[in-house]
């Protein structure tokens, strides 16, 4: 009956098992066993098959042969489902047989363990990720051991708030996070919590350890940490939003201020027509000031014992401007103490929220009995004041946390050329750039992130035409009643004038920049080119006085007369330079056949200007209007180099001037054979004062001044040439026709 007994339990059971003798072969296995084998490895075992089987690791192999030593193992076992390739993991008891306290054979036992283990996989994958959550979280998140107070650890984002690394906050307890004076304040805060769950909603201090005192707002929740009972605080620093705070209360303390001093009557009364705030104007009395909040206008007349019908007058007003939400208001007459007439304008102005639906009204009452000689005067000033007030350029917007424009005011036609319609309901993306559009998104989506205030100097949009339109936008955000950030509310000007004024101011201050740096240098060098020849003058007469041999004292006229001309010839290029700043541009029509012959007529006398060939051809016809003046200049210039940097060595030194006429135009060419300019120096010949040459011994300024004619009458230069072989200028001189 036992062996029965004991077999049924060996088949039935919810496990694998099976029995090895000592030659390791299978002796008897159970149902379970033999379907897992099939199972996972696609092999049916029969009974005295030698065990294992491949393909089954050799590790049960060696755990059969220790227990035939009398060992029993426990071991765990990974398996590969060869026909659905999954995984299974078996906890597996191997132990002796005795018979006769002899081991006669083996007895495995093999639970599946593979849920278990995935379970497990799957809470340390979680684990991982729970941990990258919280180290990438923007708020700083503590845990803390409920039984001891220790901090158990802190993200990234908890050791910046504190300023402390991960080691030191771990050596402390939660409380040192807060300033000293307030420690046992918050210890008492979170024992009551952990006690009841009940969560404060006031603003915690964290002390840094620089010093500071971060206002903070924190979230807490009983957690399970490292196999500990533990407090998960999530700590929001609040800096921002405290000045936010600050600065609104501020601001309502300043207008309440204004509001207790204004000389006129002052009431706002809530939607259900309650007052909620009356200045002393409007109630001298504190008490009954005091009394009236909650309480609706006709109470006022009944407490006071005035007749109704003038509270009536009020109401019927107040309903008005409810039911049109259209301001009104009318004259009251009042009688004072020594019986004369008062007269009050009394106003009631809707306030309406962004919707347009009626919240709230403003009532004020205003003395103008001493206005009413100049009524005219007044309403034309009011209305101009108005004026004012309706035409201000700033667009007020406010966007969703998905970045799309939930209100937009009606300057944006001005701004962006769209009506507030075209914009509401459209993302802040529609009207950027798209070149911008992923910079932008990235960046609002970093404020967002932070819950930041932010003010952006120069944010590009798209006007409705097409042009670019420079915008300074600044925006705060908007929470709701569990601080959670729902929009961004802000104002944009159009700042693209100005900036375009600012970019023309810094061009302009560069530009006079360069031209008092040429200005000093200019000044410098003419100073030193006058002096010079008029230095060798001077010591030439002092010769000249003491001379008594008539062959010298001609030789010292010929060089006095050699330095009055190099001075005369330098003035003369001076007067050039501040002619041609200064005169303005007089197209005349242009005949450069004359204009040719008139300059080599006048460097007729310049050395070497004798054996210079020159040629000049005209091509077409087309009547040429530009200015002579700066066209003597130029031609005469390059003419001028020409003749001085001959090649002394060559036969014959020519000159071809080749001009092409047309409507639009002049193309010429001004080609040398002479000594050339290395290329080196081709980028700057037109610098003040710079020389290619050591053979120029004139005051560097010709081609500057050549190159500033040019620019004058909008004419485009350059130059080519080649060492040894010679130069070609190439100038395309606009056609001024009138």
């Known amino acids: 009956m036992l062996e029965t007994e004991l077999k049924a339990v060996f088949e039935n059971a919810p ?68 026909i659905n390739d999954k995984r299974a993991w078996f906890d597996v008891k191997i132990s002796p047989i005795y018979e006769q306290e002899a081991v ?64 030191e906050l771990c050596q402390m307890h939660h409380s040192e996070l807060h300033p000293e004076h307030l420690r046992e304040q918050y210890v008492q805060l979170l024992r009551e919590y952990v ?92 008490e009954l000031r005091e009394w009236l909040v909650g309480k609706g206008i006709m109470d006022y007349y009944q407490y006071r014992h005035i007749p109704a019908k003038r509270g009536e007058v009020k109401q019927e007003h107040l309903d008005f401007i409810r039911k049109t939400k259209i301001p ?34 403003l009532f004020t009452g205003e003395n103008i009995t001493y206005l009413k000689k100049a009524q005219q005067q007044h309403l034309a000033s009011e209305q101009r004041y108005r004026n004012l007030v309706e035409t201000t350029t700033d667009w007020i917007w406010e966007t969703s946390r998905e970045g799309k424009f939930t209100y937009c005011s009606p300057q944006i036609l001005d701004i962006l050329g769209y009506t507030p319609k075209e914009v509401v309901g459209k ?7 798209n070149e911008n559009r992923s910079e932008k998104w990235r960046m609002f989506k970093d404020i967002w992130a932070r819950s930041d205030n932010f003010l952006l100097e120069e944010l590009e949009y798209v006007h409705k035409n097409g042009r670019i339109v420079l915008l300074q936008t600044s925006g705060a955000p908007i929470y709701n009643h569990n601080w959670e950030l729902v929009n ?167 000159l071809k001037i080749h001009i092409h006429l047309s409507p639009e135009c002049a193309n010429v060419e001004i080609a040398d054979n002479g000594i050339g300019i290395e290329t080196k120096h081709l980028p700057r010949v037109f610098d003040m004062f710079y020389r290619a040459t050591q053979k120029s011994d004139g005051s560097g300024l010709g081609l500057y001044i050549v190159k500033q004619a040019l620019d004058k009458i909008k004419s485009k230069v350059r130059i080519e040439s080649t060492l040894g072989e010679g130069t070609t200028i190439f100038l395309s001189l606009p056609n001024h026709t009138p």
């Not at 609104?248 to 207008?255: D, N, P, T, V």
């Not at 993302?427 to 750039?433: E, K, M, N, Q, Y």
Request: aromatic share 10%; net charge negative.
């Open 195 to 286: 006690r009841n769950g009940t969560r404060t909603k006031e603003l915690f201090l964290v002390a840094h350890k620089d010093g500071r005192e971060i206002p903070v707002d924190i979230s807490s929740r009983m957690v399970n940490f490292e196999n500990k009972q533990a407090v998960q605080g999530i700590f929001r620093d609040m800096s921002v939003h405290v000045d936010a705070q600050k600065a609104l209360q501020e601001q309502k303390e300043f207008y309440e201020m204004i509001l207790n001093h204004i000389p006129i009557d002052v009431a706002v009364l809530d939607k259900n027509d309650k007052y909620v705030y009356l200045n002393p104007k409007a109630v001298k009395d504190k």
């Open 488 to 654: 961004y509310r802000g104002i944009a000007r159009d700042v693209t004038a100005q900036k375009q004024a600012e970019h023309l101011l810094q061009k302009t201050l560069h530009e006079l920049e360069e031209r008092n740096f040429e200005l000093d240098s200019f000044v410098y060098k003419v100073s030193h080119d006058l002096r010079a020849p008029l230095s060798s003058m001077i010591g030439l007469l002092n010769l000249m006085q003491t001379e008594t041999n008539p062959t010298r004292t001609h030789e010292y006229m010929t060089l006095l007369q050699d330095r009055a001309n190099k001075l005369d010839t330098f003035i003369k290029t001076v007067l050039a330079y501040s002619q041609n700043l200064n005169q303005e541009v007089t197209p005349v029509l242009i005949d450069f056949r004359q204009l040719v012959a008139q300059c080599f007529d006048e460097l007729q006398y310049m050395p070497l200007a004798s054996s210079m060939q020159w040629q000049l051809e005209i091509e077409g016809n087309t009547p040429f209007y530009s200015d002579e003046f700066r066209l003597i200049i130029i031609f005469k210039n390059f003419i001028s180099n020409a003749i001085k940097y001959q090649k002394t060595n060559s036969p014959e030194s020519a």
């Open 15 to 82: 496990f694998a098992m099976y029995i090895l003798d000592t030659d390791l072969r299978l002796r008897s296995a159970n149902k379970v066993w033999f379907e897992v084998y099939e199972n996972l490895l696609g092999i049916k075992p029969n009974i005295g098959d030698k065990m294992p089987l491949q393909p089954v690791h050799n590790k049960l192999k060696e755990a059969y042969l220790r227990a035939l030593q009398g060992e029993t193992l426990c071991i765990e076992e990974f398996m590969l489902d060869s």
């Open 427 to 433: 993302s802040v993306l529609d009207f950027t750039p």
């Open 104 to 167: 006669i054979g083996v007895l495995v036992m093999g639970w599946d363990i593979t849920e278990r283990k995935e379970t497990e996989s799957q809470l340390k994958e979680w684990e991982i990720k729970y941990q990258d959550l919280i180290n990438q979280a923007n708020d700083a998140i503590f845990f803390a051991d409920v039984a001891t107070g220790k901090i158990l650890y802190a993200n990234e984002k908890a050791q910046y708030l504190v300023g402390k690394s991960l080691e």
């Open 328 to 361: 009104t208001k009318w004259e009251d007459k009042l009688i004072d103490k020594q019986g004369k007439d008062i007269h009050l304008l009394r106003r009631f102005t809707p306030i309406l929220d962004e919707a347009g639906e009626f919240v709230m009204s």
